[in-house]
């Protein structure tokens, strides 16, 4: 058949449009809900904070006692965060706190700072205004509004949230199943005696972090042997069991390449080619379960690191994330100067790896070569390169960040 390479964002667009969402939903206790995808949108059943309350520590007044600096009013009471005064008799002030809720007869809050003590009574040194330094109730949450929308992975200030309105316990979908396996009869396990010709598996290792980082159950099937057989077998069990495959290497034209017959067998290949570098070989397809299940999505990267790594975070990640329930899974870029020349861009749409400089610019690693994990390392993200676009120094050019692509 003809494998012509597909654009890029078409490809990313068929990807996230075969995507299914998983269903079902767990409830679990909010402190472990960290990096979970929100199933149900949450209503908050109270306003926060629930009364009006101080922002500072200070003194509780009625305006209309206090009309010019020095007024001298009389301390009646003395009200702590956590608990909750009388009414503010005209003529008097309450010493409150960071937190406390102001007693009714009261509209403002001079700080401490501009106030003296003496004995039972203060003097204000400072004309206020109605609602200085009081928080009103609901002021950060209402009663009955949404504080967090399903489809949002929960982060630590997302717990936080719900916390705040009294969720124990959060609503979330079950976590991505993914089958993880390498091919290639050349790879050895680190601690394993390095054979001539042979090189330590990095992608294992690289792949499966990307996969826990983003949440899901990874069940590591290691290296299959190099043959069609294998290849077969290794399909059928891991879509026994799982929403989603992803291998590395075996997804090219070579005679020892058989990840992609092997799924032509157990199931179909949708696409194969992408018209970006690097990665160029990446299939994506559906494996059948064996014992007439639903069967497993697939995504068969390339072999060499860094073709594995870039073509992961581009178009895996948000094809798991969309899985896994998300609404926004697409990276941002950043629109930043090149510190660099690109003299000689590919046809094909590229990913350099590249880093913010010292004074604000883009570098590039030196060497762009798919099988240069240094560059990686060194990087702290990819510059968005269209096909066929030179660059010359001061040029904007897109910057995704590793922040949007490794969480």
Same mark, same amino acid.
């Given at each position: ?64 006692? !206090?009309?010019?600096? $020095?007024? +001298? @009013? #009389? ?5 702590? *965060?956590? &608990? %909750?005064g009388h009414t503010l008799a005209r003529g008097t002030a ?52 949404? !504080?967090?929308?399903? $489809?949002? +992975? @929960? #982060? ?5 949230? *719900?916390? &705040? %309105? ?68 290794? @399909? ?9 495959? %992803? ?134 993200g990819l510059v968005d390169n269209p096909a066929g676009q ?18």
């Open positions: 058949m003809s494998n012509p390479m597909r654009p890029f964002d078409d490809v990313r667009a068929a990807l996230l449009a075969a995507a299914k969402p998983v269903s079902a939903i767990e409830q679990v206790p909010t402190a472990e809900a960290l990096g979970r995808v929100l199933a149900v949108d949450q209503v908050s059943s109270l306003n926060v904070p629930p009364l009006d309350n101080s922002s500072m520590d200070g003194y509780a007044v009625n305006t209309a006692d !206090v009309t010019a600096p $020095g007024a +001298r @009013l #009389t301390v009646a009471q003395r009200i702590p *965060a956590g &608990s %909750v309450a010493r409150i706190f960071t937190g406390a809720p102001v007693p009714h007869g009261a509209d403002a809050i001079v700080m401490q700072e501009l106030c003296t003590a003496d004995g039972n009574s203060v003097t204000i040194d400072h004309v206020p205004r109605a609602g200085e330094w009081v928080r009103r109730a609901g002021e950060d949450i209402a009663l009955g509004s949404t !504080v967090l929308s399903a $489809g949002v +992975r @929960l #982060t630590p200030q997302m717990l936080g949230l *719900a916390a &705040s %309105v009294g969720c124990a316990t959060l609503p979330v979908f079950r976590r991505l199943k993914v089958a993880l396996f390498s091919t290639g009869d050349e790879l050895v396990m680190p601690g394993e005696p390095l054979p001539p010709g042979a090189i330590y598996n990095s992608n294992r290792y690289v792949l499966r972090g990307l996969l826990e980082a983003l949440g899901c159950e990874v069940e590591d099937l290691g290296i299959v042997p190099d043959t069609l057989d294998a290849t077969r077998a290794a @399909l059928r069990s891991a879509a026994a069991a799982n929403d989603l495959i %992803v291998t590395s290497g075996g997804v090219s034209m070579g005679e020892e390449d058989h990840v992609r017959p092997a799924v032509q067998a157990e199931g179909r290949l949708d696409l194969w080619l992408v018209a970006m570098k690097p990665g160029k070989p990446v299939a994506f397809g559906q494996v059948n379960d064996p014992a007439g299940g639903e069967g497993a999505a697939f995504i068969g990267l390339p072999g060499n690191p860094v073709s594995s790594f870039v073509t992961f975070l581009l178009l895996v990640r948000p094809f798991v994330l969309r899985s896994m329930g998300v609404a926004d899974c697409l990276p941002r870029s950043i629109p930043l100067p090149a510190g660099f020349n690109w003299t000689k861009p590919d046809r094909r749409r590229e990913f350099l790896r590249a880093r913010i400089g010292v004074e604000g610019k883009v570098d590039l690693f030196p060497n762009q070569g798919p099988g240069v994990l240094t560059s990686t390392v060194w990087a702290d030179p660059v010359a120094a001061g040029d904007l050019v897109r910057f995704i960040p590793y922040s949007e692509l490794l969480s």
